[in-house]
């Protein structure tokens, strides 16, 4: 029963119910037909024997032994289910047949043989002495026959059996019926859940017309529209972070830029000064101050080379000066100077110029990171880095937002591959979230052909396009986390 839907619980309960009743019924039916059927052939016989006396009584008086036995058949009452014979003494039947019961006018079908069998009473014989001047001549054998009324009974007994199958079916239907229709509702909001689970935050159920579902539904689209609400507020928040970030890294950036770069660069120039100066110095200290300032110079040096490489890890100082096509294409040379065994291919398309500051810098960190994870982690030969534009689709429109534009960066070498087991690192968990902050798309896995790729989806906001696509309001409702 546990497979079963609520529908076919209600209609087997309901089945048996109905079958248990019409089981009781048909029981008393036939217990209490039998009682009857067995009574009114007892009184018939009851009758045929007073009839019986009545016209043997008769003949008697006429007082004709010779005929008495032969004209007994035509002077006899022949009553309802009972059959009557006439032995003479050597209980033989006078008569060629056994009188049959009265036929009836509306003669019915007669019962099959089971039913017979349940209601047919015993059967029961009584004899009529014929005797004539105190000797018996021979019988009169009355011996019931309920034939007749049994199939009566099974008359009656088919059109209630029919009458009640008939409701049952009449009654199941109905029930089926209106489970199914009280029940659709259901179905209904079991497809919304889906579509909530499957990230449509907008799905909202039409009206339930069933009273007690209808609460149910009102309540699923309020959850709903609190669960979308709270899904924009936190994207918004995500992308808000990630840009925060950016914007203080790059201030940071800034800073060291201009504040320690130039201060560096006045600790060199005095002490390059005081290196000069202190050679043309006589004695002991000349030697010795030049010495210090020499240390200084290196530490000086030292210090420029962390700030330089501080701030390109802060923000590639190139970003927002020149195209993506370049800063990937310096960023790729670099590994081409550090690996050269190691063929490294860069495609990106002609027209993708700058997809937005922090899609830029994201698509730089993602591949940055990639590279550094194959050639630390691949023992790669061949490392593949290709940038496709992704039209606005619903493959990328998420949550009911509407698509926008992508950059799809794919990242495919042929060294060990990925073993999806692996637990992420700091690399590729941060690009994940980052990704996912922004609205995008993140995936590594073995190719089937060896080695690992590297699948990212970077939502764009393209600036050039931003003031023709303001008018759309379906574009607007896609951009309202900005
Ligand atoms: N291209 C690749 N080929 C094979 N294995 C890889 C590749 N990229 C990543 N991995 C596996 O995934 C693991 C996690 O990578 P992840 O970048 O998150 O961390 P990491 O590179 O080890 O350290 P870091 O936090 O400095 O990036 C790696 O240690 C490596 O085992
Ligand atoms: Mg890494």
Same mark, same amino acid.
């Given at each position: 029963?546990?497979?079963?839907?609520?529908?076919?619980?209600?209609?087997?309960?309901?089945? !048996?119910?109905? #079958?248990?009743?019409?089981?009781?019924?048909?029981?008393?039916?036939? $217990?209490?037909?039998?009682?009857?059927?067995?009574?009114?052939?007892?009184?018939?016989?009851? !009758?045929?024997?007073?009839?019986?006396?009545?016209?043997?009584?008769?003949?008697?008086?006429?007082?004709?032994?010779?005929?008495?036995?032969?004209?007994?058949?035509?002077?006899?009452?022949?009553?309802?289910?009972? +059959?009557?014979?006439? =032995?003479?003494?050597?209980?033989?039947?006078?008569?060629?047949?056994?009188?049959?019961?009265?036929?009836?006018?509306?003669?019915?079908?007669?019962?099959?043989?089971?039913?017979?069998?349940?209601?047919?009473?015993?059967?029961?014989?009584?004899?009529? %002495?014929?005797?004539?001047?105190?000797?018996?001549?021979?019988?009169?054998?009355?011996?019931?026959? %309920? /034939?007749?009324?049994?199939?009566?009974?099974?008359?009656?007994?088919?059109?209630?059996?029919?009458?009640?199958?008939?409701?049952?079916?009449? =009654?199941?239907?109905?029930?089926?019926?209106? =489970?199914?229709?009280?029940? +659709?509702?259901?179905?209904?909001?079991?497809? @919304?859940?889906?579509?909530?689970? $499957?990230?449509?935050?907008?799905?909202?159920?039409?009206?339930?017309?069933?009273?007690?579902?209808? +609460?149910?539904?009102?309540?699923?689209?309020?959850?709903?529209?609190?669960?979308?609400?709270?899904? +924009?507020?936190?994207?918004?928040?995500?992308?808000? #972070?990630?840009?925060?970030?950016?914007?203080?890294?790059?201030?940071?950036? #800034?800073?060291?830029?201009?504040?320690?770069?130039?201060? #560096?660069?006045?600790?060199?120039?005095?002490?390059?000064?005081?290196?000069?100066? *202190?050679?043309?110095?006589?004695?002991?200290?000349?030697?010795?101050? *030049?010495?210090?300032?020499?240390?200084?110079?290196?530490?000086?040096?030292?210090?420029?080379?962390?700030?330089?490489?501080?701030?390109?890890?802060?923000?590639?100082?190139?970003? @927002?000066?020149?195209?993506? %096509?370049?800063?990937?294409?310096?960023?790729?040379?670099?590994?081409?100077?550090?690996?050269?065994?190691?063929?490294?291919?860069?495609?990106?398309?002609?027209?993708?110029?700058?997809?937005?500051?922090?899609?830029?810098?994201?698509?730089?960190?993602?591949?940055?990171?990639?590279?550094?994870?194959?050639?630390?982690?691949?023992?790669? /030969?061949?490392?593949?880095?290709? !940038?496709?534009?992704?039209?606005?689709?619903?493959?990328?429109?998420?949550?009911?937002?509407?698509?926008?534009?992508?950059?799809?960066?794919?990242?495919?070498?042929?060294?060990? @591959?990925?073993?999806?087991?692996?637990?992420?690192?700091?690399?590729?968990?941060?690009?994940?979230?980052?990704?996912?902050?922004? @609205?995008?798309?993140?995936?590594?896995?073995?190719?089937?052909?060896?080695?690992?790729?590297?699948?990212?989806?970077?939502?764009?906001?393209?600036?050039?396009?931003?003031?023709?696509?303001?008018?759309?309001?379906?574009?607007?409702?896609?951009?309202?986390?900005?």
């Amino acid at each position: 029963m546990h497979h079963l839907s609520l529908r076919g619980r209600v209609l087997a309960l309901f089945s !048996l119910i109905m #079958l248990a009743a019409i089981v009781g019924a048909v029981l008393l039916l036939i $217990s209490n037909a039998r009682e009857a059927v067995r009574a009114e052939t007892a009184a018939s016989q009851e !009758l045929a024997k007073k009839l019986a006396i009545a016209a043997v009584g008769a003949l008697a008086r006429t007082g004709r032994p010779d005929t008495i036995l032969s004209d007994l058949p035509v002077q006899l009452q022949h009553p309802r289910h009972v +059959r009557i014979a006439i =032995l003479n003494l050597r209980n033989e039947p006078t008569t060629k047949a056994l009188l049959e019961p009265a036929e009836e006018a509306d003669a019915v079908t007669p019962a099959p043989a089971w039913f017979d069998a349940l209601i047919r009473p015993p059967v029961e014989i009584t004899r009529v %002495p014929i005797a004539l001047d105190g000797a018996t001549m021979g019988y009169v054998v009355i011996a019931t026959e %309920p /034939s007749d009324e049994i199939a009566e009974v099974w008359q009656d007994f088919r059109a209630l059996l029919f009458l009640m199958g008939a409701a049952s079916l009449i =009654l199941g239907l109905a029930v089926y019926w209106a =489970l199914g229709r009280s029940l +659709r509702p259901l179905a209904t909001i079991a497809h @919304g859940l889906e579509q909530l689970q $499957s990230g449509n935050y907008g799905v909202r159920l039409p009206e339930i017309a069933v009273p007690d579902l209808a +609460r149910t539904g009102r309540r699923f689209n309020d959850l709903a529209a609190t669960l979308e609400a709270t899904i +924009r507020e936190k994207e918004a928040l995500s992308q808000q #972070l990630v840009t925060v970030q950016d914007t203080e890294r790059k201030n940071i950036a #800034l800073e060291l830029h201009d504040e320690f770069g130039p201060c #560096l660069f006045g600790i060199k120039v005095d002490a390059t000064f005081i290196e000069s100066e *202190a050679g043309k110095l006589d004695g002991e200290t000349g030697p010795a101050l *030049a010495e210090r300032a020499r240390a200084i110079l290196e530490i000086v040096d030292h210090m420029q080379q962390s700030n330089r490489a501080l701030l390109s890890r802060l923000r590639p100082m190139a970003l @927002g000066h020149v195209g993506m %096509p370049q800063l990937l294409e310096d960023l790729v040379k670099g590994f081409r100077m550090r690996n050269a065994d190691v063929q490294w291919r860069l495609r990106v398309p002609d027209d993708l110029e700058s997809c937005g500051e922090t899609a830029d810098l994201t698509i730089y960190r993602m591949v940055q990171e990639c590279l550094t994870n194959a050639a630390r982690h691949a023992d790669a /030969s061949e490392i593949d880095v290709t !940038l496709q534009t992704v039209p606005p689709s619903a493959a990328n429109g998420r949550n009911g937002v509407a698509p926008m534009d992508a950059v799809r960066v794919l990242v495919a070498d042929n060294g060990r @591959g990925f073993d999806p087991a692996t637990e992420f690192g700091f690399g590729l968990s941060g690009m994940g979230q980052r990704v996912k902050a922004l @609205g995008g798309a993140f995936s590594i896995r073995p190719r089937p052909e060896g080695g690992t790729v590297v699948s990212i989806l970077v939502p764009v906001e393209r600036e050039g396009r931003a003031a023709a696509t303001t008018a759309d309001p379906a574009e607007l409702k896609g951009r309202a986390h900005d």
